[in-house]
């Protein structure tokens, strides 16, 4: 069993700054990619940023400049700063993690529970 979990959203002003935080728990042999994703009402969820355990980064080309991905894999976690923030970032923001877990060779998608950030004056 393994588990994703979230925390950090909230409402902040325009221009403001959040950091989401996520980790991961339970049978993890290996974690190969880690990342987050966001997902409005009436849009379909959207890739925000990845790493991948070689330190590869990945950025949707809306967040590059304002947001940084990074990642503790000691601590299983990945974090996402989330600076210079607008009103067109509001969304729930989910946690992704690829994972192999301990005693299986194959590869499985996680995911968290969401968690939700409301940029807003």
């Known amino acids: 069993q393994v588990q994703l979990v979230e925390s950090g959203g909230g409402l902040v002003h325009p221009g403001g700054s959040l950091r989401l935080s996520c980790a991961a728990s339970?049978?993890?042999?290996?974690?190969?990619?880690m990342g987050w994703y966001r997902h409005t009402p009436g849009k379909q969820r959207e890739l925000v940023a990845t790493v991948n355990n070689g330190g590869t980064i990945n950025y949707a080309d809306s967040v590059k400049g304002r947001f940084t991905i990074s990642r503790d894999n000691a601590k299983n976690a990945v974090y996402l700063q989330m600076d210079s923030l607008k009103p067109e970032d509001t969304a729930v923001y989910y946690c992704?993690?690829?994972?192999?877990?301990?005693?299986?060779?194959?590869?499985?998608?996680?995911w968290g529970q969401g968690t939700q950030v409301t940029v807003s004056s």
């Open positions: 992704n993690a690829h994972i192999v877990r301990i005693g299986v060779v194959w590869e499985s998608h996680y």
């Open positions: 339970g049978s993890i042999a290996k974690i190969n990619v």
